[in-house]
């Protein structure tokens, strides 16, 4: 039997003919760029994740980038974030000039820990006026961003009582995340400043290439995010400050609105999915790994089941020769990576984010992925441990 990490062809077959009648509806308008799909889209995504205003932009990195830039971060400036996340996180800061301040994760659920950025702010900053100052290197500390890793939402109310206590904004990576949920019903990305989504296309909602999207709840940053997406006017040929080309095509929001349909069920898919693994592993009373958290009364969406395993390259290896296919998200802490080593951080730092990288092991959890498919799977993770 196979197992792909991802079936992308199985989801299209399902909506095809929708798929294949937005596209041609955008044909025949030749509105490209911007325009009444894109509006639409952002009217949708606003709703579905209970914020005032959405903006949707060219990919998810760049969602990053411009909530970055509306927040004024630039060179010399430190933004507050995890070291255990796709790159993109802190590749964005860096582009901006500014340094990421790196701080751990919490060991299960593999998101920014609320007790790390507490010691890094109270021990490693202090106040001067009304700005956080790194006391090491003279950085302005500007903003905290969380990651809500894997579809589970970071603990946000203690870490907006964090950036409360220090005057600080939250702009949420929730690029993996949408509709997310706390246990009072606060979606992922309306709950900070800034909400940024990725709509790549191996992402629970997922365009036919890159495209993003940015959710915020105050006008005046809306406003803001939406002048720096086209060069930084409200006018044409018309420029108040320098932004860039950040703008959603139609295409790509046609696209994401018939799917957008769909997200929901395809989250239920997904959440039956994790469950039925739930059970069979804990049938298979393999003490060797573990599987993940429950989301302690909120929404889990799932776009990766990621484990933890000892032995977890050689339990890959073993997996890839039965036909299954994982992924490993992420082999490398950020604070790790060579592009970073300018950072100054020792081997032993960040300690949970180091062990994430080497145990974690993502298991196909797309929402076609048939039970039978669950349980070769679980039984050839037993079999390797056995």
């Given at each position: 039997m196979r197992v792909p990490l991802i079936d992308l062809k199985a989801q299209y077959a399902?909506?095809?003919?929708?798929?294949?009648?937005?596209?041609?509806?955008v044909c025949s308008s030749q509105y490209f760029v911007l325009g009444p799909r894109v509006e639409e889209f952002e009217r949708r995504?606003?709703?579905?994740?209970?914020?005032?205003?959405?903006?949707?932009?060219?990919?998810?990195?760049?969602?990053?980038?411009?909530?970055?830039?509306?927040?004024?971060?630039?060179?010399?400036?430190?933004?507050?974030?995890?070291?255990?996340?796709?790159?993109?996180t802190a590749g964005t800061i860096a582009r901006l000039g500014a340094r990421p301040l790196f701080c751990d994760i919490d060991e299960a659920t593999f998101n920014l820990a609320p007790s790390a950025v507490a010691c890094c702010l109270s021990g490693q900053c202090e106040r001067v006026g009304a700005d956080v100052i790194n006391k090491r290197t003279g950085g302005q500390v500007k903003a905290i961003l969380p990651v809500h890793l894997f579809g589970q939402m970071?603990?946000?109310?203690?870490?907006?009582?964090i950036a409360g206590r220090y005057g600080l904004p939250v702009v949420e990576d929730a690029a993996?995340?949408?509709?997310?949920?706390?246990?009072?019903g606060?979606?992922?990305g309306g709950v900070g400043d800034i909400g940024c989504f990725s709509f790549f296309p191996t992402k629970n909602l997922g365009a036919f290439g890159d495209a993003g999207m940015c959710v915020v709840n105050d006008t005046e940053l809306a406003e803001r995010i939406r002048k720096?997406?086209?060069?930084?006017?409200?006018?044409?040929?018309?420029?108040?400050?320098?932004?860039?080309?950040?703008?959603?095509?139609?295409?790509?929001?046609?696209?994401?609105?018939?799917?957008?349909?769909?997200?929901?069920?395809?989250?239920?898919?997904?959440?039956?999915?994790?469950?039925?693994?739930?059970?069979?592993f804990d049938d298979a009373q393999i003490p060797e790994f573990v599987t993940p958290p429950p989301a302690h009364g909120g929404r889990h969406i799932f776009n990766q089941y990621v484990i933890r395993a000892e032995r977890r390259d050689e339990l890959r290896s073993y997996l890839a020769e039965q036909e299954i296919r994982t992924e490993i998200?992420?082999?490398?802490?950020?604070?790790?990576?060579?592009?970073f080593a300018n950072l100054g951080h020792a081997a032993g730092d960040f300690p949970n984010a180091r062990r994430a990288a080497a145990e974690s092991l993502a298991l196909p959890i797309y929402p076609e992925l048939g039970s039978e498919q669950i349980e070769y799977v679980v039984s050839s993770v037993a079999a390797f441990y056995r």
């Open positions: 399902q909506i095809r003919d929708e798929v294949e009648k937005a596209i041609r509806e995504i606003a709703e579905y994740s209970r914020a005032d205003y959405a903006i949707g932009l060219s990919s998810g990195t760049d969602a990053l980038l411009v909530a970055l830039m509306a927040l004024d971060v630039g060179p010399g400036d430190e933004v507050v974030t995890t070291p255990y996340t796709f790159f993109a970071a603990d946000m109310d203690a870490l907006l009582d993996q995340a949408i509709g997310a949920e706390l246990g009072d606060r979606r992922a720096l997406r086209v060069h930084g006017g409200h006018t044409k040929y018309l420029h108040d400050e320098v932004g860039g080309n950040f703008r959603l095509d139609a295409l790509q929001a046609a696209i994401l609105l018939v799917k957008l349909n769909h997200l929901d069920r395809w989250t239920r898919s997904r959440q039956d999915n994790a469950a039925r693994y739930g059970r069979l998200y992420y082999p490398l802490a950020l604070h790790e990576q060579a592009c």
